[in-house]
């Protein structure tokens, strides 16, 4: 990949490139939490974004995307969201630079990678952390690894509208080998917690379908949970997120009001308890405990919160009551994407087999696998 991909970038530019790894994400337990401020257990996968970048003459932008096949340019003075789509992930960032007043030049940049679009294993982050990483390091801009996490989550707002929260590029940024990043998003604390996953490996189901709702309806899962923060406020004031509610004041000031938004609002609040009681699960090597955690979120991901398809769910079920499957729930935004399992290695062959033929009977698409490794977070190659 980074040979072909220097080589590419030779040819179309003559210059020798700068090139930034970011990985894609897992995330083992802790879902739609970290915009309520709440924990998230993600881990960054040996599945990445390779970013090759050189600096210009002039104040031009000029990229080429692999995958696609285009090219796209405009000039720094004129930065705005393309309807190529792809382009967005990188001129966001530019724009983020810019509106904090670092100065950069035009620069030249290819981009390729291995993280499959669409399966909610943060493609568009790991874009966006790359891109952060090497302009900082092209133009010296001295950008601590945090700021540029922050950077990327405004540009993803930003450039491509999504409303989502910092989890994914704090995993691509801040990842580390066979270990998960518990990142409190209220302060931004974080450790790392050893995945001991002895004869047991991260299996990603990716249904290969990604529903239309699944931005919007992300959008408008924020704002119901800041609904319920805005009832329970008029009464407690110091209450500013679902990390700060109980299921106490939810019973009292938000179910009298919306039963809807207090279904939502009640899920936050448990799967925030359940993360952390997964860590110690995980801390005291009891993967059969956070394996049932999985499977109830995932149970609340679909029936109350209510963010998983047919897909995603069909693909849960069916290993549900398989004991060589100790977790398993959809991961991510929703609507789509990847299921995350935990998978006794000797049994993954014969589970994969199975469910690959049955995933295509009865939804007519084809079913995709991926072993996760964890890997380290975004870094530079060469
Ligand atoms: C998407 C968002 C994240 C997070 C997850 C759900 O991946 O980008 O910020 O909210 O959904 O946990």
Redesign the pocket.
């Known amino acids: 990949m980074i040979e072909k991909l220097s080589k590419t970038f030779h040819e179309k530019f003559s210059a020798e490139p700068l090139i930034v790894r970011s990985p894609g994400r897992v ?1 083992i337990i ?6 309520n401020n709440g924990f ?1 257990l993600p881990a960054a996968i040996d599945k990445a974004i390779y970013i090759a970048a050189s600096k210009r003459n002039d104040d031009e932008i000029h990229l080429h995307a692999v995958d696609f096949n285009e090219d796209f340019t405009c000039n720094l003075s004129y930065v705005k969201p393309s309807e190529q789509h792809w382009p967005n992930y990188i001129l966001g960032i530019v724009d983020q630079l810019q509106k904090s007043g670092y100065s950069i030049s035009g620069f030249n940049a290819v981009v390729d990678g291995d993280v499959p679009v669409g399966a ?1 294993l ?1 493609s568009s ?1 790991a874009v966006e952390c790359a891109t952060a990483f090497a302009l900082n390091e092209l133009f010296d801009l001295k950008i601590s690894k945090l700021e540029m996490v922050k950077m990327a ?1 405004l540009s ?1 707002n930003v450039f491509a509208g ?1 409303q ?5 590029m704090f995993a691509s940024m801040f990842g580390k080998p066979e270990h998960a990043i518990r990142l409190d998003c209220r302060s931004l604390e974080y450790d790392y917690i050893p995945l001991h996953l002895d004869k047991i490996k991260i299996v990603l189901f990716n249904t290969n379908v990604k529903h239309s709702l699944s931005s919007s309806e ?1 959008n408008v899962r924020r704002q119901q949970c800041e609904q319920g923060v805005t009832w329970i406020k008029e009464h407690h004031p110091h209450i500013n997120s679902l990390r700060d509610a109980t299921l106490n004041l939810l019973d009292e000031f938000v179910l009298p009001k919306d039963k809807l938004i207090y279904k939502r609002c009640r899920f936050i609040v448990e799967e925030i308890q359940r993360l952390l009681s997964a860590c110690e699960n995980l801390k005291n090597n009891n993967i059969q405990a956070l394996g049932e955690k999985m499977f109830r979120t995932h149970e609340g991901l679909s029936q109350e919160y209510e963010v998983s398809c047919k897909e995603l769910d069909f693909l849960v079920n069916a290993v549900k009551n398989n004991p060589s499957v100790l977790g398993a729930r959809m991961m ?3 609507f789509g994407g990847c299921t995350i399992n935990l998978v006794k290695e000797e049994a993954i062959d014969g589970l994969v087999e199975g469910l690959t033929a049955s995933y295509q009977r009865e939804m007519d698409f084809p079913l995709t696998t991926y072993i996760a490794q964890i890997e380290n977070g975004t870094g530079i190659v060469k």
């Open positions: 995330n802790g879902e739609h939490t970290d915009y998230v909610g943060s982050a989550q993803e999504l989502c929260g910092i989890m994914d992300y991510g935004g929703g």
